[in-house]
């Protein structure tokens, strides 16, 4: 049982709240072994929206791989504004210290500071703090214009809805692509993603069109990502011509071919992997690849050369039987 644990703070927002709320609840509604806790200072939190939030005042106990969230609040500034208890601020820094990952929406980021969290890692906050975030906490590297980040299990988005990205990216990197994009779909949320930042999961970055041909091949990709999956296969699927299908999929992906997807989502989960122990040789055989060469040649790539670059890139020679023919 995975826990997730959000800290409600006084003018808790309910969107920066309720929307990575939501998605853990509906991965567990999925199967997925998640349990949400709300804790709080007092056991009732009034929102920014004036609803009254009851919590819990004692914190379950928390393992590496529970997530603790902190959601934003009213913040026209963050000088004068919440103040995190020095207990609040132990209890974060100790499941950070004891490997576990600490995430924030919004003003949350500043709670995180405040924790000492932002400290020589990149973060993010919304656009009007970012400023104010980065005076108050000046060994952080503010990062403009994206969603979310992520730096050593210290996870900050931009502020409200961008709560749910977060939320789906880390359901995407903890549990495989088909899951976060069946949780966005249960959601009706369309993956709306902000260009070539590397912090964006391959699923959100790729999947922000409404072509339903291209979207049920990525489903077919998305749940069996691991296997081999010749053009001819996922053209039957979509029941279109293999031409047609690379031209649809290229258009509406960006730049990229059913395969270059493919090997993104794998590069993205071994990654993953390999920032949690895993070794080269293990990773690439779970994601897929026959041996490590493969992976360490995609690793070897520099970023906008990766398979999941949005400028579409050439496709290399492994792949020759999926290039456009537009």
């Not at 919304?126 to 403009?144: F, G, I, N, S």
């Not at 969603?147 to 931009?158: C, Q």
């Not at 992997?273 to 995609?298: K, W, Y």
Request: with cysteine.
């Amino acid at each position: 049982m995975t826990r997730v644990v959000f800290v409600l703070l006084p003018e808790v927002h309910l969107l920066d709240l309720a929307g990575p709320a939501q998605v853990f609840s509906t991965a567990a509604a999925f199967g997925h072994s998640y349990s949400l806790d709300y804790v709080a200072e007092r056991e009732q939190v009034r929102s920014a929206q004036g609803l009254p939030l009851a919590a819990r005042t004692d914190w379950p106990a928390l393992g590496r791989d529970d997530l603790v969230v902190v959601p934003g609040w009213r913040a026209p500034a963050l000088r004068g504004g919440v103040r995190l208890s020095p207990a609040t601020a132990d209890r974060l820094r100790a499941h950070h210290a004891a490997g576990g990952t600490v995430a924030s929406v919004c003003a949350g980021a500043e709670a995180l500071g405040q924790a000492g969290l932002l400290d020589g890692r990149r973060c993010t906050t919304h656009h009007q703090l970012q400023d104010e975030l980065a005076a108050r906490h000046p060994r952080a590297t503010v990062v403009r214009d994206v969603l979310f980040t992520t730096d050593d299990r210290v996870v900050t988005s931009a502020g409200i809805a961008s709560g749910i990205d977060l939320a789906l990216h880390l359901l995407a990197t903890r549990h495989g692509p088909s899951l976060a994009a069946r949780v966005a779909r249960e959601m009706v949320i369309y993956a709306r993603r902000n260009g070539n930042e590397a912090q964006a999961s391959v699923m959100l970055r790729h999947r922000s069109h409404v072509d339903d041909t291209v979207h049920r091949v990525q489903d077919l990709i998305e749940a069996r990502y691991a296997e081999p999956l010749p053009l001819a296969r996922l053209a039957a699927h979509a029941g279109v011509s293999a031409r047609t299908l690379t031209r649809q999929f290229t258009r509406a992906t960006g730049g990229l071919t059913p395969l270059r997807y493919q090997q993104a989502l794998r590069l993205e989960r071994a990654e993953h992997l390999l920032g949690h122990g895993a070794t080269v040789e293990s990773a690439a055989r779970e994601v897929g690849f026959e041996d490590a060469r493969m992976l360490r040649r995609l690793r070897s790539r520099p970023p906008a050369q990766r398979p999941a670059d949005d400028h579409g890139t050439a496709p290399d020679r492994h792949e020759k039987t999926q290039v456009s023919y537009s």
